[in-house]
């Protein structure tokens, strides 16, 4: 990180002050914003994640700087903290420290000094960095948690998830049903600053119409009916960490337009309260239908879709990963195997071989329930061909659809691609002589891995 990419917080009730350490450290920085107290302060820090922050021990209100330090502690940690104050002592000095400011420094404030050890946290910023980024090249090699398979789609989908987790965008996965898309959720969660505060995941479809808005933004005692006590919703549980929207396409219309205010806004507020409340998750929303196609037949709102579409990832379907098969299996098996007290078992190289080669139209969902089938059903070391369930042994018509469905969709790729060069990659060109949206050119584009 050098001296002029971080962004900068000053925290201080005297206006001079404030003018004058932004005068001075402004050309140091890539933004800078400036509060008058501490909660104002807290707020922005939210809102922008600052890398570092200056300021003053005694504000107005019922908060000081060891309430902010505290804050930003437990949301990023590694954001460096210079306290100012003109009331030092010994001890408000060790309880910053301990408390992880970067330094204390007496008023009368000399810019010079003040300069001098922003440069240094932003040295120490450059190295926690460089950290962070060996973290990622082993990441990249395959190492994120429960992500199983060294294939060239999964190892494109690792790296996507390494690359996005360090951000704040918004992410929409898509896929098929069973493709993994709350386990890339919560692998995104894993490698990110918010790892330390909460995961919390919603199925958008299992939850009643009349309960949605309640359940997403809780509600007051006595909002309703059946409200006889105060609940908090699915947006205040997750906090600073992650909220995981599954199955963002059955959001009925109403809710979809409170979605898109609380993600403009960032705020909510409880069913039956006049109380604004914050909103400091990052979202990640997922879904198994073709958005852009619900999207132009009216079915999901075009605002809401692009608000969520910041960083769309393509979960690739099992078909499209046969190399990861048996990492799977072999995974599975010695999962389930600890699960119901087996002893381990091996399958046949004819059963590992039938296993590749199905189509597998439930992915990695299907594959897992079918091996935990295996696991518990079959009473011999060994797995062999006989063993499996009759509609395992597919037959030669299954196999001529698999890869006739394979050969559509190569043949939608190489149209795409000599599309692509004839309009110079002109995207709108491009969709014109295929007869499509530009949407679902991007979509396909995605899909196939075509940029």
């Avoid at 808005?213 to 059946?226: N, R």
């Avoid at 605002?303 to 072999?330: K, T």
């Avoid at 992915?363 to 369930?389: A, F, G, W």
Wanted: aromatic fraction near 4%; glycine fraction near 6%.
């Amino acid at each position: 990180m050098q001296t002029h990419e971080f962004k900068l917080l000053i925290i201080d009730d005297e206006p001079n002050i404030r003018s004058g350490l932004l005068k001075g450290l402004q050309p140091l920085c890539l933004q800078t914003h400036s509060a008058g107290n501490a909660e104002e302060g807290i707020n922005l820090f939210r809102a922008h994640r600052h890398d570092m922050v200056i300021t003053d021990m005694r504000l107005p209100g019922t908060l000081d700087g060891l309430d902010i330090l505290r804050a930003i502690r437990e949301e990023k940690p590694e954001t460096q903290v210079i306290v100012i104050t003109a009331y030092a002592t010994i001890e408000t000095a060790v309880d910053a420290m301990r408390l992880g400011a970067f330094d204390f420094i007496t008023k009368p404030l000399d810019l010079g000094m003040i300069r001098h050890q922003v440069n240094k946290a932003v040295e120490h910023l450059r190295l926690v960095n460089e950290n962070r980024q060996l973290r990622d090249e082993l990441t990249s090699l395959g190492k994120v948690p429960d992500l199983i398979g060294n294939g060239a789609a999964t190892r494109d989908l690792v790296r996507q998830i390494v690359q996005v987790a360090h951000s704040d965008a918004t992410v929409l996965l898509l896929g098929e049903s069973g493709t993994g898309k709350e386990l890339t959720a919560r692998a995104i969660h894993h490698l990110s600053d918010r790892q330390a505060s909460p995961f919390v995941g919603v199925n958008l479809g299992a939850l009643p119409e009349s309960l949605l808005e309640s359940e997403l933004f809780g509600h007051e005692k006595g909002a309703f009916t059946d409200a006889h006590r105060q609940k908090v919703g699915h947006f205040e549980a997750a906090g600073a960490g992650t909220l995981f929207l599954d199955e963002i396409t059955e959001t009925p219309a109403k809710t979809q337009i409170s979605l898109l205010r609380v993600l403009e806004e960032r705020e909510f507020r409880r069913v039956g309260s006049e109380t604004i409340r914050p909103f400091h998750a990052r979202v990640v929303s997922a879904s198994n239908q073709d958005m852009e196609r619900l999207v132009e037949d009216g079915g999901f709102r075009e605002d809401l879709y692009y608000r969520l579409n910041v960083v769309p990832i393509h979960l690739p379907p099992l078909r499209e990963r046969r190399d990861d098969i048996p990492l799977l299996v072999n995974h599975f098996m010695e999962s389930f195997s600890r699960r119901h007290r087996q002893e381990p078992k091996q399958l046949a190289p004819q059963v590992m071989l039938n296993l590749i080669d199905r189509p597998w139209p439930g992915n990695i969902r299907q594959l897992k329930n079918y091996v935990e089938r295996l696991v518990v059903t079959v009473d011999r070391p060994l797995v062999r061909l006989e063993d499996l369930p009759k509609e395992a042994n597919h037959s030669r018509a299954t196999s001529a659809v698999r890869r006739l469905n394979e050969a559509v969709e190569e043949a939608e790729r190489q149209a795409l691609g000599q599309a692509l060069i004839h309009a110079g990659y002109h995207r709108e060109r491009a969709a014109d002589l295929l007869g499509i949206s530009v949407r679902s050119l991007h979509y396909k584009m995605s899909r196939y891995g075509l940029h």
